[in-house]
């Protein structure tokens, strides 16, 4: 213990008396584990980012998915079977359930005239499902259907027709037809990409279904029940049973999932995306080492005469060895510190974050493995570029140090 002590203390003293070398050592190595620990931080962030915008389409893990259909095609009865649905869902005391009418179409009175519209017809807990996100306003509440104008949340694209009022104004929305009359704008849902010109309007089941004595011959409605991972296996079966007990004959009833943890080929993207960004810190992290690796070795034949003088002053080899070794290590540790800090700095910024993946919702914290990777990652660079050049120390013999 007293050996290894005293060549860490050599060590240190030879990273105090070349400070400059140590310095260009560090600034490589510090560069080469932020940029390892960034890259394995970003790959977190990126898959929470594929997972939000899967959750948007095909929602939450796991979301099951429940429709009725008639053998010959004709429509169902939507009132009918949603007083079953909804008898059943209360048995199993499901938390976020929500009836989607499918295929409706709203006319809508724009500047220009009426305009036939694309709607959604949804519960409040639509949004949660799918992390819908807004430029502006909120989402649907259960309170919302008392309102003696009901809400509607649009597109931006149908907004711009609007003239963009503000909402703090509180724009209408006038509609015609079976559904007619004023809506209270509430939100804004952003354009999906360039180019995204879609009209659509979003509106509660309940106001809508107050206002017309059934869904349009070409419109139907599917459920959607969010129960986590851990329990659709199980609970999933029995629903499907449930719901098909009694059913009149010609109905059929499907339960499927329809979350991105569902489908196939999910986990091997994400593990080849795993891959790539690993393949790229391993190749960041190698050429640190083999700059270090140089800069020892380069270091090592200037330092002849001092480690030949040493060898004579009665320093064993394992001495040597171990100080030249550690000073390596101690150096590498600091500076991938330094580096893992910095990176830690940056991107603890949820600034700098949304800036990198635009539309992410739920930020999550800077990931610790990331931290522990570029840590680990200094420790054994430290360790190989300080392993080399402590063999060529070891060579060094007493007449090197006068002929040098």
Not at 57 to 84: C, I, K, L, M, Q
């Amino acid at each position: 213990m007293t050996g290894f002590l005293g060549a860490l203390a050599d060590a240190w003293a030879e990273i105090r008396v070349h400070k400059l070398r140590v310095l260009l050592s560090l600034i490589g190595i510090a560069v080469s584990v932020g940029a390892l620990t960034a890259v394995v931080a970003i790959s977190e962030y990126q898959r929470q980012f594929q997972t939000e915008q899967s959750d948007r389409f095909g929602g939450r893990a796991a979301t099951v998915v429940v429709s009725v259909t008639r053998d010959d095609g004709s429509p169902v009865d939507a009132d009918g079977f949603d007083e079953r649905f909804s008898r059943v869902s209360e048995r199993f005391g499901f938390s976020h359930t929500a009836r989607i009418a499918q295929g409706v179409m709203l006319d809508v009175q724009l500047p220009e005239g009426i305009t036939q519209v694309a709607a959604r017809v949804m519960d409040p807990a639509f949004s949660q499902i799918h992390r819908e996100r807004l430029l502006d306003g909120r989402w649907f509440l259960g309170s919302d259907a008392e309102a003696l104008a009901p809400a509607v949340v649009i597109s931006e694209a149908l907004w711009d027709r609007l003239g963009r009022v503000p909402l703090t104004q509180h724009p209408t929305l006038t509609l015609s037809g079976a559904a007619g009359g004023t809506y209270q704008v509430i939100g804004i849902t952003p354009r999906q990409g360039m180019g995204d010109e879609e009209l659509r309007v979003d509106l509660l089941y309940d106001s809508y279904r107050a206002r017309v004595d059934a869904l349009p011959a070409d419109a139907w409605t599917q459920y959607e029940i969010w129960m986590g991972q851990d329990q659709v296996d199980r609970i999933a079966p029995v629903l499907a049973m449930d719901l098909r007990a009694g059913l009149p004959a010609g109905q059929t009833v499907s339960v499927s999932r329809s979350d991105w943890a569902a489908q196939p080929g999910t986990l091997d993207a994400q593990a080849t995306f795993e891959m790539i960004t690993g393949g790229i810190a391993a190749l960041i992290l190698a050429l640190g080492a083999l700059s270090l690796i140089n800069i020892q070795l380069v270091a090592m034949r200037q330092r002849v005469r001092e480690i030949g003088v040493r060898r004579a002053f009665g320093a064993s080899s394992g001495r040597v060895f171990f100080s030249v070794f550690l000073e390596s290590l101690v150096a590498t540790t600091v500076a991938g510190v330094i580096g893992i800090a910095i990176v830690v700095a940056i991107l603890r910024s949820d600034w700098i974050v949304t800036s990198l993946f635009s539309g992410i919702q739920d930020v999550p914290p800077f990931p610790m493995r990331a931290a522990m990777i570029g840590l680990l990652a200094s420790v054994v660079v430290g360790a190989v570029s300080g392993f080399i050049p402590a063999l060529v120390a070891l060579r060094v013999k007493v007449i090197d140090a006068i002929r040098f």
